[in-house]
């Protein structure tokens, strides 16, 4: 019987992004509006980590389920490491990923190319029965830059803007098979596959 893993997001990109990433493990890969989850975690932590933690545990005790959370966002230099972990709320709840992207674009608009390096950082938790300890964590980072103008159609959030100098594109223009082999998230995941394995 395959088992149902429980990415804690309502965010379908990244649902598929994993789904992606965990072909040939015997996993159902569903997501919170899969299941019908309307809790909403508050993420109150202080780094990445943290964030993920609660999440993993909040929803993995509100669905029974072996639930695998991620938080992540971008650590940009010259911003102090803006917009880190508010990335997905960075300038407040009435911006969408365009807004937070332009947001990001106007406070460097006046910095040389050499004042753009950025990370895209990802901290999984993985919780449920079977977890060594009930808890596995893993972290991801990918270095770059960030674009004058965002270029490419592939992905969401941040995509469009960061420049991998290693393969001379935005992560929004790369294939999603490309993206998983590089991505901070499919990093962190790679950290968690033998647990994962053990599981599915």
């Keep these: 019987m395959t088992k149902k893993l429980l990415v804690a997001t309502r965010n379908s990109g990244k649902v598929r992004e994993f789904s992606r990433m965990l072909t040939g493990m015997l996993f159902e890969v569903v997501g919170l509006d899969d299941l019908g989850i309307t809790l909403e975690v508050e993420e109150t932590g202080s780094t990445f980590e943290e964030n993920a933690i609660l999440k993993a545990r ?9 639930t ?6 971008l650590e940009v230099d010259s911003l102090n490491g803006e917009p880190g972990v508010l990335s997905a709320r960075y300038g407040g709840e009435g911006l969408d990923d365009e807004g937070r992207v332009q947001l990001v674009l106007d406070k460097m608009k006046h910095l040389p190319g050499w004042e753009r390096t950025a990370r895209f950082v990802a901290v999984l938790a993985l919780v449920g029965d079977g977890v060594p300890n009930g808890l596995a964590t893993s972290e991801g980072v990918v270095n770059g830059a960030i674009m004058h103008e ?9 995509d469009p803007v960061f420049w991998l100098a290693s393969h001379a594109k935005t992560t929004a223009q790369l294939t999603g098979e490309e993206k998983d082999e590089i991505s901070h998230r499919g990093a962190a995941l790679r950290g968690l596959t033998d647990t994962l394995k053990s599981l599915s």
């Design 150 to 158: 965002p270029i490419g159609e592939n992905g969401f959030g941040y």
């Design 68 to 73: 695998l959370a991620d938080d992540s966002g």
């Design 58 to 66: 909040a929803y993995a005790g509100e669905s029974g389920e072996l």
